[in-house]
């Protein structure tokens, strides 16, 4: 999975991907000082896996992992090539989904682009970049369809998801927003819309205030998320910076104190996978234990496929316990088959969250 970090010049973008992936991109008061993407792979925490190791003993602990990718910050004009527009729009189209940082404190030691501290303005101006490069995209894959349609009239159906996209776009309002069903919302997905990406604005507070209080410029990008279906952490770059720095045990300490449960990576790992409607499931023994991602609804045939695909090619069954019931089994196979807590699932089972699963298949 690779999230794209984005938004305007100064806002925090590249001192929140410092701490999140201890990278070390250069972070600076002044525009550009990202021109070319920097890349961080961090490990998803999953307590699971810690569990399954002391279970098994593991000789090895493998975490699955989100790659961060810091893209240098935005303008007006952007979508015309203005400041580093074409590159910033070429790294967005590369994500998966994107953390639209947004700066919701006052420095005065901290110049913002426009002069202001405005959240909504800020998405507003980032959202308007993106809006119309998909205009341009889109006027070209409608002049498209339409010479093609003289020959094959069963892309009407194409045709109308366009006009309904393009409807959105003119409204200024992202693709993401578009009123579409499952089989056009598909469809639009291999478009190459940079609006219709999922977002998680990243809410990034001061110090002073706290990533446990909010504030008034918190509770405006608050609603405005909600009114589009995106996902909000609320962070504080600077003390993410420090948190990077701890071991588990002084971090504990440092939550305490501050009043939160987890860091703003676990926070903001957690939104990610809501967002793009991710699950993991679970390997476990002597020699390894490991968690992989899938999307949500995946068949057993298709997870088989992300350890290997030979596994997904000659799948037979998987045997899948719940994480929960074979650590009541104290991890022992034999007492949970026993019980009848192994299952033996076929090529239709959906995977859940959480399921230990070994694969059987034909080489």
Request: aromatic share 6%; with cysteine; proline share 3%.
């Amino acid at each position: 999975m690779k999230l794209g970090i984005i938004g305007l010049p100064n806002v925090g973008k590249s001192t929140l991907f410092n701490a999140i992936t201890k990278a070390g991109a250069e972070a600076a008061n002044y525009p550009f000082c990202t021109i070319e993407p920097n890349v961080g792979v961090v490990t998803v925490p999953d307590e699971r896996l810690k569990v399954l190791h002391e279970m098994y003993k593991s000789k090895k602990t493998v975490y699955t992992t989100i790659e961060f990718c810091d893209i240098a910050g935005l303008v007006r004009g952007a979508s015309k090539g203005e400041g580093l527009g074409n590159k910033f729009l070429g790294h967005i189209r590369e994500a998966e989904a994107v953390v639209h940082v947004v700066r919701c404190f006052e420095d005065t030691d901290v110049v913002h682009v426009d002069g202001r501290i405005d959240p909504l303005s800020d998405i507003e101006t980032i959202d308007l970049e993106l809006i119309l490069s998909d205009l341009e995209l889109l006027e070209r894959r409608v002049q498209k369809t339409q010479k093609a349609l003289k020959g094959d009239k069963s892309l009407q159906a194409e045709l109308d998801a366009l006009a309904r996209i393009g409807e959105t776009l003119e409204a200024g309002r992202p693709a993401r927003t578009a009123e579409l069903s499952e089989e056009e919302r598909e469809f639009a997905k291999g478009l190459g819309l940079l609006s219709l990406k999922p977002v998680i604005y990243a809410a990034n507070v001061s110090e002073a205030v706290g990533v446990a209080d909010g504030n008034p410029l918190v509770e405006r990008v608050a609603a405005f998320a909600a009114s589009e279906g995106s996902e909000v952490v609320v962070l504080c770059a600077k003390l993410e910076s420090e948190l990077a720095e701890l071991d588990d045990a002084e971090k504990r300490l440092f939550f305490e104190e501050l009043g939160i449960e987890e860091s703003g990576l676990e926070r903001l790992i957690k939104s990610s996978y809501r967002l793009l409607d991710l699950i993991s499931f679970l390997t476990a023994g002597a020699p390894e234990v490991r968690a992989w991602t899938v999307r949500r609804g995946a068949k057993a045939p298709q997870a088989a496929g992300r350890i290997h695909t030979d596994f997904e090619r000659g799948f037979i069954r998987a045997e899948t316990i719940a994480f929960d019931k074979l650590v009541e089994c104290g991890g022992n196979l034999a007492l949970a088959r026993e019980k009848g807590l192994i299952r033996s699932e076929g090529k239709e089972y959906t995977v859940k969250d959480g399921d230990v699963m070994h694969f059987l298949f034909n080489v």
